[in-house]
T-cell receptor, first 117, second 112 residues
Framework: DAGVIQSPRHEVTEMGQEVTLRCKPISGHDYLFWYRQTMMRGLELLIYFNNNVPIDDSGMPEDRFSAKMPNASFSTLKIQPSEPRDSAVYFC???????????????FGPGTRLTVT | AQSVTQPDIHITVSEGASLELRCNYSYGATPYLFWYVQSPGQGLQLLLKYFSGDTLVQGIKGFEAEFKRSQSSFNLRKPSVHWSDAAEYFCALFDSWGKLQFGAGTQVVVTP
């Protein structure tokens, strides 16, 4: 398997523009996570899905952020409108549920570095 | 409260020397604990995990970690570091809401 695939790897946009980040999880994984990493706040979980259904979106900063998972092999994270404070590295990760009933063994994509000017 | 603390923000170690990274957790039951590594410009990669049983856990890249319930710790060790071990290391706890809680990370610098 190619691992978790994210696109684009880098995105530079102007404030107010819509940004869409894409993720393809590892085939067979039933959990998908979106994280944001900044120097100030570290690694933050934004939202996660189980079997394509959003389970916890309490980490989504505000209504400007939305995420979808239309099928098991694709997810998007959209920011509309974008603001300079959204500049960060956004990671997608996927996982499976272990026999212990947890999904902590997560496989991370390479990330999308977003810069909003 | 469920949380993970990594007391050391930054550690410098000489190549060939031993390395120990500290991790303390707060959790009411037996925790599921993980160590991840992030190389520059990369995503996180799982080094090892602890669920139950043997308290000394072996991972990839020559790393091991020891779970000590009495000290609420899960420290990561490597006997002899290589220059390629320079990275940021994250300890994480799988919490009761089904999410990984990450520590703030420890940046490891390896000197010649």
């Amino acid at each position: 398997d190619a691992g978790v695939i994210q696109s684009p790897r880098h995105e530079v946009t102007e404030m107010g523009q819509e940004v869409t980040l894409r993720c393809k999880p590892i085939s067979g994984h039933d959990y998908l996570f979106w994280y944001r990493q900044t120097m100030m706040r570290g690694l933050e979980l934004l939202i996660y899905f189980n079997n394509n259904v959003p389970i916890d979106d309490s980490g989504m900063p505000e209504d400007r952020f939305s995420a979808k998972m239309p099928n098991a092999s694709f997810s998007t994270l959209k920011i509309q409108p974008s603001e300079p404070r959204d500049s960060a590295v956004y990671f997608c990760a996927s996982s499976f549920e272990s026999l212990a009933g947890e999904s902590g063994e997560q496989y991370f994509g390479p990330g999308t570095r977003l810069t909003v000017t | 409260a469920q949380s993970v603390t990594q007391p050391d923000i930054h550690i410098t170690v000489s190549e060939g020397a031993s390395l120990e990274l500290r991790c303390n957790y707060s959790y009411g039951a037996t925790p599921y604990l993980f160590w991840y590594v992030q190389s520059p410009g990369q995503g996180l990669q799982l080094l090892l995990k602890y669920f139950s049983g043997d308290t000394l856990v072996q991972g990839i890249k020559g790393f091991e970690a020891e779970f000590k319930r009495s000290q609420s710790s899960f420290n990561l060790r490597k006997p002899s570091v290589h220059w390629s071990d320079a990275a940021e290391y994250f300890c994480a706890l799988f919490d009761s809401w089904g999410k990984l809680q990450f520590g703030a990370g420890t940046q490891v610098v390896v000197t010649p």
